[in-house]
């Protein structure tokens, strides 16, 4: 394909395309972490659940030769990390807190230890869709070469929406997040709510991680992720526990992850690596930004730990 | 009849004696169960790889613990994960889960070595003084701040010290790479190396550097601090029930604060030590993982200064071990990471234990 001289736009453009890409995997971990959180409890896990299941996805998709069952595979994963932490939490006495610290170690130890022989090999990618078929900037259509992942994330956000408003199970979820007492009052379990809430927020931060191995960057390597589980995490409490707005922040965050290469694309060089530093600072500062002291953040779910 | 009863005396005195010394001994018991338990589980984990547990341990020992050279690899760890540890402990007694120590660390470090270069011509010991200081300032600052952003803006405390910790890092690539760059480091990009007389020796009669003594000071001032003076006691209140402290009158911000910046400021002198006894220049070799290991010990310890001694001791030999055990059972690097990834679990299900077991409450031992 033929470059056009798009000037500064093409900045732009290439932070549009970074940040479909790259906002993907944020997607799935915050709406993974969303569903918990709305629970009741945090699991700051989900990093480490997020290197295991892209480590899993690849392992499987190069096994079988089928990137899909390559994220089916990082869903059961991610799905068995979730459970394991929901079963810990459960007991009396243990902080969700330290048991997420937990879990992120164990989950990138597995990963490193199980994953050492797919570091070379090269799994069959995820397919893309291309969007950009009605522009005649080259630069624009590989921006909007979609990945399946992009789109299914944004209808999740979208059923979770509908899931958490309007369905019975939504409103169990709801009443288990924000009273303990009310939840058992009316016969509902919330130790059980609360595991199968974690089990599938790790199953969504498993597909999270299948799509760094499969599709952006596309390999296993053990430096794959570099906090994009705790970034989506921070995000939850940014987008004030709504699952929509996940979706747009964490267009938000893969844009500014973004900004680091697409600069560098133009030849500003200078400072990368304050460049890729720029998204823990926007999420630090969104942070302070969105948190305020002696208050309950707006939106969050009265029985979750990490607003106490 | 009196024959019985006087019979029975002495036992019950016995059983009296216990009332006092079963809470204490539940302190004790619990984690060393709880680690025997994780050895016995990674010992699982390693028979399901198809890998002897005994050679593993075995070459832990023969590794971290049996000669002058694998206690010199030992203690040489020793010292920066017990600061580490102090960064995890000190907050955590006022009930804050702070895990980014390993930014403190690294910054730490990168003050050091880059004040050690400013002052390279005055005598020695002025010159380790201000490293150190410098050190400690930087890495005060830098987790003081997540304990301010806590108490000013309500921001969480783990969530924001681990991001710092990325930001750490990346300012670190950025000034060894940049402004602070040696331009004789080519292959591996570093600050100028110290001058040999800013380097911090060996111990006598000790196979490691001075840093070890350094974490025992800091250990026993911090035990002092949290357990026998005012401040300590206020800030043990307010981590049990922030709201009794406030009603109580006690300064919780500036606590939280203080005990923050002091984490901060040991973890930023285990960077001024990594500089100054070991590598001698900072570059990315800072960035060694301690600030995550010292969690793990902090935990174990339950946050105890003390107690974090023997702790780091035993996991500084595992960490020393992990090359040895690399080559020998043809294992990799990630082993030890899972090894305290399962050991860290165990010991958190653990807390589920205490106050539940019979023979550890004073109760018991009342009825006999």
């Known amino acids: 394909m033929e470059q056009v001289d798009v000037g500064l736009w093409g900045v732009l453009i290439a932070i549009l395309g970074g940040a479909i890409r790259v906002s993907t995997p944020f997607i799935f971990v915050s709406l993974g972490e969303l569903l918990t959180e709305r629970s009741g409890r945090f699991n700051l896990g989900l990093e480490g659940t997020l290197v295991f299941g892209a480590m899993s996805g690849y392992a499987v998709a190069y096994e079988t030769n089928s990137a899909f069952v390559g994220v089916l595979a990082a869903a059961a994963a991610g799905a068995c990390f979730g459970l394991l932490h929901g079963w810990i939490c459960k007991f009396k006495g243990v902080n969700d807190i330290a048991v997420g610290i937990a879990m992120m170690l164990l989950g990138m130890g597995l990963a490193f230890f199980f994953g050492k022989p797919y570091i070379q090999p090269q799994a069959p990618d995820l397919p893309a869709i291309s969007l950009g078929w009605w522009s005649d900037i080259p630069q624009l259509r590989a921006a909007l070469e979609v990945n399946v992942l992009f789109i299914v994330g944004g209808l999740l956000a979208l059923a979770i929406a509908w899931m958490l408003r309007t369905t019975r199970m939504g409103l169990r979820l709801r009443v288990v997040g924000d009273s303990t007492d009310a939840a058992r009052a009316m016969g509902l379990s919330p130790d059980r709510i609360r595991l199968l809430a974690t089990g599938a927020g790790g199953a969504l931060a498993g597909v999270g991680g299948a799509y760094l191995s499969l599709y952006y960057p596309g390999s296993w390597t053990e430096g794959i992720s570099s906090g994009q589980g705790l970034m989506a995490i921070a995000l939850v409490i940014f987008a004030r526990w709504n699952p929509i707005n996940c979706f747009w922040a964490a267009l938000l965050f893969g844009g500014a992850g973004a900004l680091g290469p697409a600069l560098q694309s133009v030849g500003i060089t200078e400072g990368y690596y304050l460049f890729g530093a720029a998204p823990y600072a926007l999420t630090l500062g969104l942070l302070i930004l969105t948190s305020a002291p002696d208050r309950a953040v707006q939106g969050a779910p009265l029985a979750l730990t990490l607003t106490k | ?368």
């Open chain 2, 1 to 368: 009849m009196t024959l019985v009863a006087q019979a029975e005396k002495p036992a019950a005195t016995a059983a009296r004696s216990f009332i006092g010394i079963a809470p204490r001994a539940e302190a004790v018991v619990i984690p060393i169960c709880a680690l025997l338990a994780g050895f016995a589980l990674f010992s699982i984990f390693l028979l399901m790889v198809g890998k002897s547990p005994v050679t593993f341990y075995q070459l832990v020992w023969k590794a971290g613990f049996s000669s002058a050279f694998s206690w010199q690899n030992t203690l040489s760890r020793v010292a920066p994960l017990v600061l580490a540890a102090l960064c995890v402990a000190l907050p955590a007694r006022l009930g804050l889960v702070v895990i980014g120590g390993e930014g403190a660390i690294v910054l730490g470090g990168l003050a050091a070595a880059v004040a050690g270069t400013a002052v390279a011509g005055m005598p020695a010991a002025f010159g380790m003084a201000t490293m150190a200081i410098a050190a400690m300032i930087v890495g005060g600052v830098w987790i003081g701040a997540v304990g301010a952003l806590r108490i000013k803006r309500g921001v969480n405390e783990t969530i924001a010290s681990l991001l710092m910790a990325y930001i750490a890092i990346a300012l670190l690539n950025h000034f060894v790479e940049g402004p602070f760059r040696d331009p004789a480091s080519l292959n591996k990009p570093s600050t100028v190396p110290l001058t040999e007389s800013l380097r911090v020796g060996d111990m006598p009669f000790l196979p490691s550097h001075w840093g070890i003594l350094a974490g025992v000071l800091a250990c026993l001032f911090a035990w002092v601090l949290i357990e026998r003076t005012t401040l300590g006691f206020a800030a043990r209140i307010a981590g049990d029930n922030v709201r009794a402290a406030q009603v109580q009158g006690l300064p919780v911000g500036r606590l939280v604060i203080g005990f923050t910046a002091l984490g901060g400021a040991f973890a930023g002198l285990a960077g001024y030590f990594e500089v100054a006894a070991v590598h001698g220049s900072a570059n990315a070799s800072l960035i060694a993982g301690y600030g995550y290991t010292g969690i793990l010990i902090a935990f174990l310890a339950r946050h105890n200064p003390l107690a974090i001694l023997p702790v780091a001791v035993l996991f500084g030999g595992f960490e020393a071990s992990s090359g040895l055990i690399q080559r020998r059972m043809e294992l990799p690097d990630a082993t030890i990471l899972v090894f305290e990834g399962i050991v860290f679990l165990v010991i958190l299900l653990s807390e589920a234990l205490y106050g539940r077991v019979p023979i550890f409450t004073a109760a018991y031992w009342e009825k006999r």
